[in-house]
């Protein structure tokens, strides 16, 4: 099972995360079996050209850039339907793209 704890200010919920000493006192005081997980935002986005790789590390920093968005906010991303599945003439598809930032995911949505 889990549980979702939620912390008085951004700044203590960072604080926890970030600080090495604070996570493991922290997590230690829960459960030996406890961790922190990161929230994620998935968002779909329809079209994208095929030739995009969503397995390729430098596809999704390149993707992070054009868009302007902060390196590192896509955890990771994944064609909806299987590559092997495709049209054979098949130019665009839709991705899941999996982000750790809220405002960079409605970003997404929003354009």
């Given at each position: 099972?889990?549980?979702?704890?939620?912390?008085?200010?951004?700044?203590?919920?960072?604080?926890?995360?970030?600080?090495?000493?604070?996570?493991?006192?922290?997590?230690?005081?829960?459960?030996?079996?406890?961790?922190?997980?990161?929230?994620?935002?998935?968002?779909?986005?329809?079209?994208?050209?095929?030739?995009?790789?969503?397995?390729?590390?430098?596809?999704i920093?390149?993707?992070?850039?054009?868009?302007?968005?902060?390196?590192?906010?896509?955890?990771?991303?994944?064609?909806?339907?299987?590559?092997?599945?495709?049209?054979?003439?098949q130019?665009?598809?839709?991705?899941?793209?999996?982000?750790?930032?809220?405002?960079?995911?409605?970003?997404?949505?929003?354009?």
């Amino acid at each position: 099972g889990g549980m979702v704890l939620e912390m008085m200010t951004k700044e203590a919920a960072e604080h926890i995360r970030t600080d090495i000493n604070t996570k493991t006192l922290f997590l230690q005081s829960l459960d030996a079996e406890a961790s922190i997980k990161q929230r994620t935002y998935p968002v779909v986005i329809p079209f994208m050209p095929v030739t995009f790789h969503p397995e390729n590390q430098s596809n999704i920093r390149q993707l992070e850039e054009e868009n302007g968005w902060e390196k590192m906010v896509i955890m990771y991303a994944r064609w909806i339907k299987p590559a092997e599945k495709r049209r054979s003439n098949q130019q665009v598809a839709h991705i899941l793209i999996t982000f750790t930032d809220p405002s960079t995911a409605n970003s997404a949505i929003r354009n």
